[in-house]
């Protein structure tokens, strides 16, 4: 079997769909796992190739989770690397919020990201990579994003305690810090009707997330792909990219 297997979740859209396309295109085997089947199906077709293996796997159901990797162990005995990549960016008030949207909020960011990495630790073998993907935010004092903040500083904290603990087995864990990115299939839209009260509420403290720039996906996935081909006797900690302001030619 040709190049790693990569197993990524959130692969239907966004950033998810960029790190397919790449490694896919680089020869790696690719698991896309998407909440909804059909939607990542889709995503595969637009892609193309057959090293490409769409499931289902909703971070918020620990036994579609488990479905998933047990499918991936059937499929190709290991697993090379994981990239915790979905999310679930909603802003909104904690005093507002549902009960719903906060349990969900921590499902997909914490919850989800630790199930999936405790179910791919038995897949890999020595130089096997969990790589967390965070966000710039976790440090800043944006408003309404008080669960998305605490999910995605939640999984920081865990991804820098297994560092420790899988040390032993040659298992390395890394913070991948994204800015802020846009390009095809951007999954994450702001509810217009939320969105005059979210500028409002970050105008207030100072904060233009507009004017901090964006990066385009394939950008970032190029990061991704360092990342990935590390040599097995290096480990990082925590990788932190930050957009540019300004406007630069952006890929998808």
Known sequence: MAGKVIAITGANGGFGRALSR???????????????????EQAAAAIGG???????????????????????????GRLDVLINNAGNFLPFLIDNASEAEIIS?????????????????????????????TTES??????????????????ERFSRSMVEEL???????????????????????????ILPVFSEQNAARGINPVARGFSGYASAAQVMRNIV?????IS????????????FPIGT
Do not use: W
């Open 22 to 40: 790449l490694f896919a295109a680089s020869g790696d085997q690719v698991v896309m796992l998407g909440r909804s089947l059909a939607k990542v």
């Open 50 to 76: 057959s090293n490409l293996l769409p499931l289902a796997c909703d971070l918020g159901d620990a036994a579609s989770i488990g479905d998933a990797f047990a499918a991936i162990r059937e499929r190709y």
């Open 105 to 133: 909020g921590i499902n997909a960011n914490l919850v989800g990201p630790i199930l999936c990495a405790r179910a791919a630790i038995p897949l890999m073998g020595r130089g096997g990579q969990l790589i967390h993907v």
């Open 138 to 155: 976790v440090e800043s004092h944006q408003a309404m994003l008080s669960i998305y903040q605490a999910g995605k500083a939640g999984l």
């Open 167 to 193: 040390a032993p087995c040659g298992i390395r864990s890394i913070i991948f810090r994204a800015g802020q990115m846009h390009g095809e299939g951007m999954s994450t839209a702001i509810d217009p009707a």
């Open 229 to 233: 081909e590390l040599p097995l006797d």
């Open 236 to 247: 990082i900690d925590i990788v932190s990219c930050h957009s540019l302001p300004g406007e």
